[in-house]
């Protein structure tokens, strides 16, 4: 985890928690500061983010052979985005990949750089690539417009998401053109670590302010972005967060992991789905990430809410310029898409008391992301969700 951003000592900056430890939640204006967001007309300082560098000329056809994505024709500046899974095809990294023609540029939380790069160096064995932890050597920036070439940044990555790979398939119930994710645009650039301050003052003079963390998080929510800090845990498959659509080539060659990607595809379903909840937002507070989502029998009983087991849980939870709160959820696939969802938040006992709160509940208007019947392809009719749309 690299040290606290010396941006954090510009005005009005507070800390962020959790998996942003490191940089700002925000700069005292969190709602402005997502609207300039929006525009284009601030960044984010993602300084806690990772860096890990894979050089050699086989680095891009051994980087497919590791991972779900084809990225061996990856041109010098594209981006893609790649999953390394376990033998059962669970999600453990998910890198952002861009090219500069000599030297592969990996991205991801910070929580998991040096772990990337002590497996990718564990898997070389005698190709010709070398991985270096440039976690403490760069910084990242990220932004929805591209920022200015003064800043000299060696790499660039842009965000695919929602377009459709090539050998991807789409898990959402809504048409491509309606995807909330459609305008999505999010830059990742990396700069020199020492340069950061310099950056930013560099970023002010040309009309760019900062935005906190929060700022992303918002927009990233709304456009059912799914992150691996917050959405990914230790069960996840890609096929539960619509990341087959992005991160994984259905049809590529052997990787760990793709007996249970090939096999949900083509014959089962995801056991859980994402969804998008709006979030009832009466209360001054909003829950916590992990909070359990509940199906309840009777919506207007707070005994029978209490009562019901959890179908599920936040993931991720934000507060949006327009839509106000909103969150992202893993539930159970057999959830009634159409049930009025309930968010059980249990807030932590005050320090020295033993008295438990009363948990807080929130309605929560459930939209589909992931089908309850998405997967099972084998045998579909041409035409059908997964398997026949025209090319």
């Known amino acids: 985890m690299a040290s606290p951003s010396p941006l954090l000592n510009r005005p009005g900056a507070v800390a962020a928690s959790g998996p942003d430890e490191g940089v700002a939640a925000h700069y005292g204006s969190p709602v402005a500061e997502q609207r300039a967001l929006a525009d284009g007309r601030a960044a984010v300082d993602m300084s806690h983010c990772a860096v890990v560098t894979v050089s050699g000329p086989d680095r891009l056809s051994w980087l497919t052979t590791l991972s779900s994505q084809q990225v061996a024709g990856l041109k010098p500046g594209d981006s893609s985005e790649l999953l390394l899974l376990d033998i059962s095809g669970r999600i453990e990294q998910a890198p952002a990949i861009t090219d500069d023609g000599e030297t592969a540029w990996l991205i991801t939380e910070g929580s ?35 920022l200015p070439e003064s800043l000299g940044a060696p790499a660039v990555w842009a965000d695919p998401w929602p377009n459709l790979a090539p050998g991807a398939e789409p898990y959402t119930a809504v048409a491509e053109e309606e995807h909330p994710g459609r305008d999505w645009c999010w830059l990742l650039t990396v700069v020199p670590r020492e340069q950061l301050e310099r950056s930013a003052d560099l970023l002010s003079e040309h009309g760019t302010g900062l935005a906190g963390v929060w700022a992303y998080e918002a927009l990233r929510v709304a456009a059912w972005r799914p992150r691996l800090a917050w959405d990914v845990d230790a069960k996840a498959i890609p096929h539960e967060l619509d990341l087959i659509r992005t991160s994984v080539h259905l049809t590529k060659g052997c990787y760990k992991g793709q007996e249970t990607i090939a096999r949900v595809h083509n014959l089962g379903h995801p056991p859980r789905r994402l969804v998008f909840l709006h979030l009832d937002g009466s209360e001054h507070t909003m829950p916590a990430p992990g909070a359990d989502v509940l199906a309840p029998k009777d919506a207007g009983s707070r005994e029978s809410m209490a009562q019901e087991r959890p179908v599920g849980r936040v993931t991720s939870v934000a507060r949006h310029h327009e839509a106000g709160p ?21 807030p932590p006992a005050e320090e020295g008391s033993e008295e438990v709160p009363e948990p807080v509940f929130y309605a929560a208007g459930q939209e589909l992301i992931v089908r309850p019947d998405a997967g099972q392809a084998v045998g579909r009719p041409q035409g059908d969700f997964l398997r026949g749309r025209p090319r």
């Open 112 to 146: 998991h750089g040096a772990e990337l790069a002590e497996w990718l160096d564990s898997m070389k064995f005698m190709l010709r690539v070398e991985i270096t932890d440039r976690s403490a050597d760069f910084a990242v920036l990220g932004s929805t417009a591209r």
């Open 326 to 346: 909103i969150a992202l959820a893993l539930v159970k696939r057999k959830v009634d898409p159409e049930a009025q969802l309930v968010v059980r938040d249990q």
